[in-house]
């Protein structure tokens, strides 16, 4: 894998990007969604415009009416941002499987296969031009990376954060940016005399792990840009695979038998990756003349191995597979899928 692997995409000013987009005589003014100027209930986002009166979320509507007067105040349409989630999550689809939502307009994707800079440039292309709406995207080596790349360059931002450029920039961070500190934290922190990510690495961390155990712990690796934590896959998915439409029609198995190893190496590793294991193995082909089949193996034991899912899906080409029309597009398809939290079927069979 290559260094870079994680993207972190988030939707900016969400619920008053979407109003601003549907409602033009909004764009470019301060907005927020959620509450009524009489004060009553809280801002749940505030556009760009309004930010820079101070306002943000979770404020109350009162104390945002009287810092900027002009202030529009627009309900809320969850439907609405529901349906701009979902096309933000089918273009995900697109690039990787592994995907693991956090919020209505926030994920993580892991990219196995390709380019992740090349991917998160064409997903925030892919957002705006199916969306019109902006998204900041971080791409980096693990998740806690790539959410602060996400987030340094807000909004319609996009940032590239490499080790070297981790080491860097982590020195000088804020410690209220790092992953669980939050404001009861960083004032204790502050207190001790703690304000950057450096003073806590320079701090004395005997005192840090006896006072503050597990929490210092994690801290202590975070801010050395160290995060082992995966992406987890959303539990909704059920299949994972690759497909590719060839240059040349052809009727070569080798050259097909190439494709398959290609695809089951990827989905072997993200298998891997994310702990799930399969039961059936899917070979898809596309004739010249747009006739399409699909042919399937379920095997007794779940799998994870490349070796496996590969050996099958060349049974299934040499077996079940006629060539007696030129391919134009072949796939490999996992489905069945078993993830690791469910108990592991035991097998009466014995296997080498
Ligand atoms: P965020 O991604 O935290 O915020 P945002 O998209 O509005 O702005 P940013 O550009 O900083 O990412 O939250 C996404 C949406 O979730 C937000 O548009 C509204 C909703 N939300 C609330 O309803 N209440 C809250 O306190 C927060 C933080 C968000
Ligand atoms: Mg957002």
Redesign the pocket.
Known sequence: MTELSIIHV???????SVEQRDHPKYRHKPVVV?GDPDGRGVV??ASYEARKFGIH??MSCRKAAQLCPDLIFLPVDMDKYKLVSKKMHSIFNTYTSIIEPI????AFLEIVQGDAVEIGKSIKEDIFRITGLTASVGVSYNKFIAKMASDME??NGFTVITHDRAKAILPYMPIRKIWGVGEKTEKELNNIGIFTVKDLLQYDHEFLLKNWGRRAHDLLQLCRGIDHSTVQVDQEVKSMGEETTLKKDTRDLALLREQLRDFSIAISHRMGRTGIRCRTITVKIKYNDFSSITRSITLSNSTKSFDEIYQNSVDILNNRVSVSKPIRLIGLQVSNLIYPDEPTQISFIQTE
């Open positions: 988030d939707m900016d000013a969400f619920f008053a959620g749940s986002t979320s979770a919020s209505i307009d926030e807000k909004p």
